[in-house]
T-cell receptor, first 111, second 112 residues
Framework: AQSVTQPDIHITVSEGASLELRCNYS??????LFWYVQSPGQGLQLLLK??????LVQGIKGFEAEFKRSQSSFNLRKPSVHWSDAAEYFC?????????FGAGTRLFVKA | DAGVTQSPTHLIKTRGQQVTLRCSPK?????VSWYQQALGQGPQFIFQ???????QRGNFPDRFSGHQFPNYSSELNVNALLLGDSALYLC???????????FGPGTRLTVT
């Protein structure tokens, strides 16, 4: 079965500290992988995507993610978190017709 | 260039009623997908429309139906509303077989 697991329901990070959000997936074929961010009451904004090639992908707002096929993981990282990064983050996997989302990780940023 | 737009922003309906939500895709996009996002959960795929046909469907009952118009805009219809249908309904547009979706702000549906 196809699924996406985000093990951390919420994470609190100090402003300026580094961040890593975990994502594991189960998918029969080589997947397309995505990270989205959602601010309260808003739609989803695409942070970055992986289709093929270099397994370290750069996205917007200083985020990056690394695809590890052997671990079926696609973790999101940021070297220095800003207060404006506080939001809900969703990992997603899909190919062609539909995208499967994880349950999300809520990021809190403390001053 | 306007992104994906959805209307209405909020909606309150009573159990048993019917509702129609609307979506206009981003300019240049021809494919529209609909998602349901319950509180505290990730979006769940409902269905996808391309060339005015439903191309793929998620695990949702037939009470959920849709339509795509020649200008690529789309409607989501839900009949016989249940309390459990209360959610944020997201529309996403893309170009056919291009795996990059742009999401609208959503329609918050409350069923009482």
């Amino acid at each position: 079965a196809q699924s996406v697991t985000q093990p951390d329901i919420h994470i609190t990070v100090s402003e300026g500290a580094s961040l890593e959000l975990r994502c594991n997936y189960s998918y029969g074929a080589t997947p397309y992988l995505f990270w989205y961010v959602q601010s309260p009451g808003q739609g989803l904004q695409l942070l970055l995507k992986y289709f093929s090639g270099d397994t370290l992908v750069q996205g917007i707002k200083g985020f990056e993610a690394e695809f590890k096929r052997s671990q079926s993981s696609f973790n999101l990282r940021k070297p220095s978190v800003h207060w404006s990064d506080a939001a809900e983050y969703f990992c997603a996997v899909g190919r062609l017709f539909k995208t499967i989302f994880g349950a999300g990780t809520r990021l809190f940023v403390k001053a | 260039d306007a992104g994906v737009t959805q209307s209405p922003t909020h909606l309150i309906k009573t159990r048993g009623q019917q509702v129609t939500l609307r979506c206009s895709p981003k300019s240049g996009h021809d494919t529209v997908s609909w998602y349901q996002q319950a509180l505290g959960q990730g979006p769940q795929f409902i269905f996808q429309y391309y060339e005015e046909e439903e191309r793929q469907r998620g695990n949702f009952p037939d009470r959920f139906s849709g339509h795509q118009f020649p200008n690529y805009s789309s409607e989501l219809n839900v009949n016989a509303l249940l309390l459990g249908d209360s959610a944020l309904y997201l529309c996403a547009s893309s170009q056919w077989v291009v795996n990059e979706q742009y999401f609208g702000p959503g329609t918050r549906l409350t069923v009482t």
